[in-house]
Every structure is written in structure tokens, then in C-alpha cells.
């Protein structure tokens, strides 16, 4: 799930241990156009991601009384959204909560195809896989 909080920055819940192989192995990506694409869309996801859980045990936690308040008050996101991004975070046990520059990768065009309608829920499904 990606949750966009302010201009070009978003929340990722993803799994953290999916290496490159296994999103290749899942994908199906083995050489050529495929290989190299998948290759930069999983490179463009992983690059510069902060774990937000930990950030928020680490520094913040003394300062909000829960995670949900602490999305709500420092990143100024909905209740609906918050609500929804913890109802999946609780389905998949196994994934994290991360924040990124959606841009920070270098190569804007991998991130537009990313969230565009054909591919968004097949990424997605893939990044929260427990392989």
C-alpha cells in the first residue's frame, strides 16, 4: 500500500526482507526489457526508505501516545487513511510501515508507472508478499 502524506513523499507498507531475487523469482522477470524494468522499479521502491515504525519507537514515542496520533499530528494524515493503512499493516503482520521521497530514486518515470492503474495493485500484491 502507498499513501501519499505530502507533495512527491508517501507511506509504503511493504515487506522489508523482499530481496531483488525474490521480487525477480515473483515477477517472473529472467532477462531482457523485463529483467532490467523490474529490476529499476524494485530498486526505485527499496532506495532511501525510512523505517517510520522504528523512527517512531526510537524518537517519538515519548512524544505521542500512539503510532496512529503520531501520523495524524506530525504528518497530518486523515483518520480514514490512517485507519486503513493499520487495518493492512494488521493483515500483513510480516510488512512495515516506510516513508520516502517518491523521487528520491532519480528516475521519475518509474514511479508514475508504478502507481499507474494497470500496474499499482500487481506491485503492490508483490511488496507484501512473505517469501
Same mark, same amino acid.
Given at each position: ?36 524494468? +523490474?529490476?529499476?522499479?524494485?530498486? $526505485?521502491?527499496?532506495?532511501?526508505? !525510512? ?5 517512531? &519507537?526510537?524518537? /517519538? ?36 510501515? +516506510?516513508?520516502?521521497?517518491?523521487? $528520491?530514486?532519480?528516475?521519475?518515470? !518509474? ?5 499507474? &492503474?494497470?500496474? /499499482? ?11
Amino acid at each position: 500500500m502507498k499513501l501519499a502524506y505530502d507533495f512527491y513523499k508517501s507511506f509504503w507498507l511493504i515487506n522489508p526482507s523482499l530481496s531483488l531475487k525474490t521480487f525477480l523469482e515473483i515477477v517472473g522477470a529472467e532477462k531482457g526489457y523485463a529483467l532490467n524494468m +523490474f529490476t529499476r522499479i524494485h530498486n $526505485s521502491i527499496y532506495s532511501e526508505l !525510512i523505517d517510520l515504525e522504528s523512527e517512531f &519507537e526510537k524518537y /517519538y514515542s515519548f512524544e505521542y501516545e500512539s503510532f496512529e496520533n503520531y501520523l495524524y499530528k506530525k504528518y497530518n494524515v486523515e483518520v480514514k487513511d490512517i485507519e486503513r493503512l493499520m487495518k493492512k499493516k494488521k493483515k500483513n503482520p510480516h510488512c512495515r510501515i +516506510f516513508k520516502k521521497d517518491d523521487h $528520491s530514486y532519480g528516475d521519475y518515470t !518509474i514511479p508514475q508507472f508504478i502507481t499507474s &492503474e494497470p500496474m /499499482y495493485k500487481r506491485i503492490m500484491n508483490v511488496l507484501k508478499q512473505n517469501k
